[in-house]
């Protein structure tokens, strides 16, 4: 299944906006302007489409402030203290994020579709050991 | 300024109806008898007065809480949006104005959950927020957000009576001084295979297996039921004198607005009408109007037994003097439950504009004699009209409209 096709219709469909306007590089709340509800609805149409648990929290990435705070007074390393806490987000993904914390939400297409890939593999991987 | 004094008169119409979108349309479409009913597509049995074709997107545009909109919301934000286009007004009017609505219930229930078991209804699919599809308010709120609209806002929710109610309730807002204008109306289909089955167990749905544009007869000796439809209309009310600063289009004045509660069946009107009445004589009363005054009825007509009975006896009683022509629009259109008030009230204002009345249609044997009911199309001019809408749990409404010369 191509996981950035079935976002782009899911998100289309909820947010009534043209499919081609997606790319994996788009902010969902800065530049298509998702609302709390509009995520409430993509969280609910991954999890039936993907079949896969959807923790609202990691997904739309609503504790990074909250993380980065943390670090602060924890006096931790910030992209290490992410790596720990958002597993799926790749390194290079996280230092861009924390560049632009200033720019506001930065949660883009390609987070979604990381997360629903980490969730899908590790889904396989617990199959295996299972079998 | 004394507001016991302000008059409040109509300057946007936004209608979507199975007779057309604009006054013009809806006036061709009734000379022509271009009506829309037809067999309903699950049960043979069952005459309905659909909008074949309807999209909400022709209307607002895409946007996204269109999700959360059940058809008869759709009607509602739909017509609401008309009006508000037409109506030509800046963001700061919008923001001061008010939103008064006339909602009926999502009876969709199997479209809504159609592999529900042991009422079990979650499903991997189904929305966060699926609830907004039942929410009387949904509407409402849709429209503001669309619409920029910030005032005091109202949804009704008084069954059949609803959106006359709205119109009425905004009406008063405006005469009594707490609002300058306001966008009210409503929108509403129960077309849906549970929303039939509804009506069908509660026997309130006419015959329909002979010819469907013959079904529903108002007023007739051999009615039987109502056809159900589906539409909506929204009216931008609007004090007179701030109408006239701005130099609005005026396609009505409204003058007086009656309403009331039966408290006696669940379902069935008061046989006696006394407490209909009571809704009449307050629109008379608060327009300062003697029953002479009336020109037309526009009548509930349903072409049930039970309310087209009541209704005519009503009638010869308020009016024994001087009978005014009864016209019966659902003969046109079917029912439009919540939203019948809004969608009549459109038409009415199209039979004002034009100087047009239109038959009731499949009279053929009226069950009163002595009342003025039209019974072929005319031209005459008409000045004062008076609709009438009596819902189910004994909703009462009365609302009068006065054609606007720009004399008075």
């Not at chain 2, 699950?42 to 999209?55: A, K």
């Not at chain 2, 009016?319 to 659902?330: C, E, M, N, T, W």
């Amino acid at each position: 299944m191509d996981i950035l096709e079935e976002i782009k219709k899911i998100l289309a469909e909820i947010l009534d906006i043209e499919n081609h306007i997606i790319t994996p590089e788009t902010y969902l709340i800065r530049k298509l302007g998702a609302e709390s509800i509009d995520l409430l609805e993509l969280a609910v149409a991954i999890n039936s489409r993907f079949n896969i648990d959807v923790n609202d929290d990691e997904i739309f990435l609503r504790k990074l402030r909250q993380y980065v705070t943390e670090a602060k007074q924890q006096n931790n390393d910030l992209l290490r203290y992410l790596v720990e806490k958002l597993p799926f987000l790749s390194r290079k993904r996280l230092e861009n994020i924390i560049a632009d914390l200033e720019g506001g939400p930065t949660l883009k297409v390609k987070d979604i579709i990381s997360y629903i890939d980490f969730q899908i593999n590790n889904f396989t991987v617990l199959s295996v050991v299972d079998v | 300024m004394d507001n016991m004094h302000r008059r409040v008169v109509i300057t946007s119409i936004g209608v979507i109806s199975s007779l057309g979108f604009t006054l013009e349309e809806i006036l061709n479409n009734l000379k022509d008898e271009n009506t829309s009913f037809e067999r309903f597509f699950f049960d043979n049995e069952v005459v309905v007065s659909p909008i074949n074709g309807f999209d909400i997107k022709d209307f607002a545009g895409h946007f996204k809480d269109r999700r959360y909109l059940n058809r008869g919301a759709q009607f509602c934000v739909a017509s609401a949006i008309e009006a508000v286009k037409k109506a030509g007004i800046d963001k700061k009017l919008l923001a001061e104005a008010g939103l008064f609505l006339g909602a009926g219930p999502n009876l969709d229930i199997g479209g809504e959950f159609p592999d529900v078991k042991g009422g079990e209804i979650d499903r991997r699919d189904l929305m966060a927020l699926w609830m907004l599809k039942f929410l009387p308010n949904t509407a409402a709120s849709v429209i503001a957000k669309l619409a920029g609209i910030h005032g005091e806002n109202q949804t009704l929710t008084t069954a059949c009576s609803a959106s006359l109610q709205a119109i009425g309730e905004a009406f008063r807002k405006i005469r009594d001084g707490y609002i300058d204008l306001a966008f009210a109306g409503g929108g509403d289909s129960r077309l849906s295979k549970s929303s039939i089955l509804a009506y069908k167990k509660a026997h309130a749905l006419c015959d329909g297996t002979g010819k469907p544009e013959r079904a529903i007869r108002p007023f007739d000796r051999s009615r039987n039921g109502f056809v159900p439809g589906e539409g909506g209309a929204f009216f931008l009310l609007e004090d007179l004198q701030h109408a006239k600063k701005r130099g609005a289009v005026i396609y009505g004045e409204i003058c007086g607005y009656g309403a009331s509660i039966d408290g006696y069946s669940m379902t069935a009107p008061e046989p006696g009408g006394i407490w209909a009445e009571r809704s009449v004589n307050g629109a008379l009363r608060e327009a300062e109007f003697a029953p002479s005054d009336i020109d037309v009825i526009s009548s509930h007509g349903t072409g049930t037994l039970l309310n087209d009975s009541m209704e005519a006896d009503l009638i010869d009683r308020v009016y024994a003097k001087r009978p005014p022509f009864i016209i019966a629009l659902k003969s046109w259109i079917g029912h439009i439950a919540a939203a019948c008030g809004a969608v009549e009230l459109a038409i009415c204002l199209a039979c004002m504009k034009y100087n047009y009345l239109p038959r009731i249609r499949n009279l053929d044997e009226p069950c009163h004699a002595g009342l003025n009911f039209v019974r072929e199309e005319q031209s005459c001019p008409i000045r004062n009209i008076l609709l009438e809408n009596f819902g189910f749990g004994g909703q009462n409404s009365a609302l009068i409209v006065r054609k606007y010369d720009g004399l008075q």
